[in-house]
């Protein structure tokens, strides 16, 4: 596999490197390729799985980062009034 890669990023014009997969992944993800930058990243993906598992690595981090935002924000989202309750309760 590795070879056929090579020799697919040596002689097809704009045939993306795992290097430039590693550039345009954060664009990817965000949705900012252009159309002609999408098809070349995806093109790359279904013939490389050393980036199947970094693209796949990658959106758990991600996944994982926004599933802690939420954790940190989740105190603000609690009524002011259960607050009052849970003091009372606590100071009983
Ligand atoms: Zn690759």
């Known amino acids: 596999m590795l070879v056929i890669k090579r020799l697919m990023t040596r002689y097809m014009p704009g045939m993306l490197t795992c290097q430039q997969v590693d550039r345009f992944l954060y664009d990817y993800h965000e ?24 693209v796949s690595g990658y959106k758990q981090t991600i996944a994982s980062i926004k599933a802690s935002e939420q954790i940190e924000q989740r105190p603000e989202k609690i009524p002011e009034d259960l607050v009052q309750a849970i003091l009372k309760s606590i100071k009983r």
């Open 31 to 54: 949705g900012q390729l252009s159309f002609a930058e999408n098809i070349k990243f995806k093109f790359h993906l279904s013939m490389c799985t050393d980036c199947q598992a970094y």
